[in-house]
């Protein structure tokens, strides 16, 4: 009988919530070195789905995982703040 073979890293909550967060920083640096409404709108919809798969992580049992997103995320939020005070 064949065994199913899984994924020996399972996407977690928390795991989801770095890959988004590491996603919207890479679109805020991206806003902040060619700055346009393109890439700020990229970079935004990037943060807010950041944003989201935080809040999905908000029930874990590891709060001080959870509580490194938020700063994390934090730090993202500045940087596409400091990126749409760019704009022309």
Request: a negative charge.
């Amino acid at each position: 009988m064949k065994k199913d073979i899984q994924s020996t890293k399972e996407q977690t909550p928390i795991t989801e919530a770095q890959n988004a967060i590491a996603q919207a920083e890479r679109a805020a640096k991206q806003a902040l070195s060619h700055t346009n409404r393109t890439n700020l709108m990229s970079a935004k919809e990037a943060f807010m789905q950041a944003e989201r798969a935080v809040e999905g992580a908000g029930g874990s049992s590891n709060p001080q995982a959870v509580a490194g997103l938020h700063d994390h995320l934090n730090r993202v939020r500045a940087a596409l703040e400091d990126a749409e005070a760019q704009q022309p």
